[in-house]
């Protein structure tokens, strides 16, 4: 069964930064794309970066463009978001998403992140 871990979730201030982590655990099956959405409360859940596993090619939402950098960690079957200068407006619970060849997507339980003004 695979799962989906995030972590580094937490309080800080605007113009602050924080690094999320999500390690995929639990089977061999390998995912296509991976990414990072978020969802604030009263909102829709919202694509904030995505990354294409062979290759590494990324790309990012625009109002999180120059701020947040999504990277892989093949060694340790991690995806990373730098996320730098941070607003109010990223407070969001933060979800990784994991998409194999076949269309399958995974999901972990998502990490909060509160920016303070």
């Known amino acids: 069964q695979v799962q989906l871990v995030e972590s580094g979730g937490g309080l800080v201030q605007a113009g602050g930064s924080l690094r999320l982590s999500c390690a995929v655990s639990g089977s061999s099956v390998s995912m296509r794309f991976m990414g990072w959405y978020r969802q604030a409360p009263g909102k829709q859940r919202e694509l904030v970066a995505r990354i294409i596993i062979r290759g590494g090619y990324t790309s990012y939402a625009g109002y999180v463009k120059g701020r947040f950098t999504i990277s892989l960690d093949n060694a340790k079957n991690t995806i990373n978001l730098q996320m730098n200068s941070l607003k109010p407006e990223d407070t969001a619970i933060y979800y990784c998403?994991?998409?194999?060849?076949?269309?399958?997507?995974?999901w972990g339980q998502g990490t909060q992140v509160t920016v303070s003004s």
């Open positions: 998403r994991g998409t194999t060849a076949s269309s399958v997507t995974y």
